[in-house]
């Protein structure tokens, strides 16, 4: 005898599976259907039209993964001050001491950042 949660992930991996068919099955006819034949027009530049000099390697600034470091730990700790707000009123007194905590360190990060130069750039 099966309950409505196992139905449910009955349901789920039907999904999945399907999925998975589906995905298959397109890739398959794709590649089936597919012209292989390598001509001129599939040869040529095709970025802005302009023709390639030298190598495509380029070495970026550090300050551009620090910044993008940056964007992303801010980014996470928004989701954090977010929760928090959805449960400000259980939290009482403590909960808002916490985060006033939890922004003055992050502030003090960017003050950090700003003043060793990583977004300088922008």
């Keep these: 005898m099966s309950t409505p949660a196992n139905i449910g992930y009955l349901y789920a991996g039907i ?7 589906f995905v298959l099955l397109a890739t398959t006819v794709a590649n089936l259907l597919a012209p292989h034949k390598a001509t001129e027009e599939k040869l040529q530049t095709y970025e802005s039209g302009e023709t390639p000099i030298g190598s495509a390697w380029v070495q970026y600034p ?3 993964y620090i910044f993008a470091l940056l964007f992303v ?9 977010i929760s928090w707000a959805v449960i400000f009123k259980q939290l009482s007194i403590f909960g808002f001491c916490e985060i006033v905590f939890f922004i ?3 502030t003090l990060g960017l003050v950090y950042a700003w003043r060793k130069g990583v977004t300088r750039w922008i």
Excluded: S, Y
């Design 15 to 21: 999904l999945l599976a399907a999925g998975f068919v």
């Design 62 to 64: 550090l300050g551009f």
């Design 73 to 81: 730990a801010f980014d996470v700790d928004i989701v954090f001050i």
């Design 104 to 106: 003055i360190v992050l």
